[in-house]
């Protein structure tokens, strides 16, 4: 059969997926609030058309010509890729029924609207039904892909291949009780920032102006993407590399929030923006799993845009836009305001110490709801538990607590834990980076960030899908993935923001 009809048919696929990604992102940053009720059904209808195109017997005939070692013969390692990614999404979309589909993502479109107006009037009770409703889905879903062990395998493997239970456990729960003793000491070594940032108003545009400033320097190319407000920040790819849109979230009184987001989706945009054109028009223009796209929103937020070298030479930019508010700051002090350690109780807005805990809490209440060993009904009630016993904290809403991610409201599961991943990635490849780009952080604090994007682009971002995460971690920095190089890393810089030892 000819390959390069199988190509125009999954052109034909991708162009349905990005026509949901685009109304999606109305949907968040443009559409009217009664516009809900058709958009739903656009998604549903665009959902439905999807589902049937990579189920159809057309595309069958060909993954059973395809897959055969004479199938592919005569085809470049591209090409033998495209064929695995293809035949992945066919497996997982055959098993599940037509009818199963059009429940999720009719049950996700209700979900995000339900999850707006409830979220706003912190009122769990009216968010529960629906939150059920996409916990009983999740189980049919995972039931239909099938798992060797545990259900919540087959939901997590949609974002992060191949990772399981046994993996991950392991790894969190030692990670766990790193963060939680570095937390006590920071908190034991009684050093808090000057907070007086925050007593000062920072208009809106001025944020957004200076944040522009600082994608335009990381690379972020305008004439392939746009910045807009959303509730909940996130990059969307709307045309492959072509077309990757990113959107930030402000607040009048801490600048921090846009700067942040700024540079944690202008990470996710620089990935997608520097994949090989060679992809375009398939699934392989995309990031490898999850895990290794969020590393790369993570080095740029973190690794990078909260170290001290950066500051260096972003801290008096930021001071024309500001000059009144940051008058009283320099650099040592504004830095140290911008990785101050402080428990909070919104994901989002995490330092870099406890964010990792934020993703625990969520990822065993995941594991457990999926299993039913933690009811719906009892989700706030639990959640409140966790945060006090990792943080320290407890919840003054339910806005605040179990309400405030969008991914329950839009039947995610599976796709928290992608975030801690992320970090320990983004911590193993900038080590890495380091090694391999001369004097790389006193070019940052001269403004450079060229060199970096150049690296990463090279190193990971060409390469699209057609590697996997642990063959990347491998090729580029000699091993799998090490968790040791996260905590060594924080270890380190909070150690001397805070004057404590290990």
Request: glycine share 6%; charged share 25%.
């Amino acid at each position: 059969m000819s390959f390069e009809k199988f190509k125009e048919l999954v052109g034909d696929l991708n162009d349905l997926h990005q026509a949901q990604s685009l109304a999606q992102w109305d949907m968040q940053t443009q559409m009217p609030e009664k516009g809900s009720g058709p958009r739903g059904k656009q998604l549903v209808t665009l959902g439905k058309m999807a589902h049937e195109l990579l189920t159809s017997g057309q595309m069958r005939e060909y993954m059973d010509s395809l897959r055969s070692p004479a199938g592919q013969q005569s085809l470049s390692e591209a090409d033998r890729a495209l064929i695995r990614e293809m035949a992945d999404k066919f497996d997982k979309a055959t098993k599940l029924p037509t009818e199963l589909v059009k429940r999720y993502d009719e049950a996700q479109a209700r979900g995000f609207n339900i999850w707006i107006r409830a979220r706003k009037a912190n009122d769990f009770e009216s968010f529960k039904g629906i939150m059920q409703e996409l916990v009983d889905i999740s189980r049919e879903r995972a039931e239909a892909l099938g798992y060797e062990k545990d259900p919540y395998d087959a939901l997590m493997d949609g974002y992060e291949k191949g990772a399981t239970v046994d993996q991950v456990d392991p790894l969190f729960d030692g990670l766990k009780d790193e963060l939680i003793t570095l937390v006590k000491a920071i908190k034991d070594s009684g050093r808090k920032p000057d907070e007086k940032l925050f007593k000062y108003t920072y208009p809106e545009e001025a944020q957004l102006a200076f944040s522009r400033e600082i994608l335009d320097a990381m690379g972020y190319d305008f004439s392939r993407g746009r910045l807009d407000k959303s509730a909940h920040p996130f990059t969307t790819e709307l045309g492959g590399c072509m077309d990757v849109r990113i959107t930030v979230r402000s607040q009048s009184n801490n600048p921090l929030e846009c700067i942040s987001t700024a540079l944690h989706e202008g990470g996710h945009a620089l990935y997608e923006q520097g994949i090989s054109e060679e992809y375009l028009g398939t699934p392989l223009g995309s990031g490898t799993t999850l895990g290794i796209h969020e590393s790369q929103s993570r080095l740029w937020e973190n690794n990078v845009g909260r170290s001290l070298p950066f500051w260096q030479h972003f801290f008096p930019v930021m001071k024309r836009h500001f000059p009144d508010q940051l008058e009283e700051y320099d650099v040592e002090s504004f830095y140290h305001v911008m990785n101050k350690v402080q428990p909070s109780l919104i994901r989002t807005e995490a330092d870099e110490v406890t964010y990792n805990l934020h993703i625990m809490l969520r990822y065993e209440m995941e594991k457990d709801l999926i299993n039913n060993r933690l009811q719906v009904a009892d989700v706030p009630k639990v959640w409140n538990a966790k945060l006090q016993e990792y943080l320290g904290i407890t919840p003054d809403s339910d806005a605040n607590g179990c309400m405030q991610d969008v991914h329950w409201a839009e039947g995610y599961f599976g796709y928290f834990p992608t975030y801690a991943l992320g970090n320990l990635y983004a911590a193993q490849f900038y080590r890495t980076a380091k090694t391999k780009i001369p004097n790389l952080e006193q070019k940052i604090a001269q403004g450079n960030l060229t060199d970096l994007h150049n690296w990463l682009r090279e190193n990971i971002y060409k390469h699209g899908k057609t590697k996997t995460a642990t063959q990347l971690a491998e090729e580029i920095t000699g091993e799998p993935l090490n968790p040791q190089y996260f905590v060594d890393y924080l270890w380190e810089k909070y150690g001397d923001i805070y004057s404590i030892k290990r």
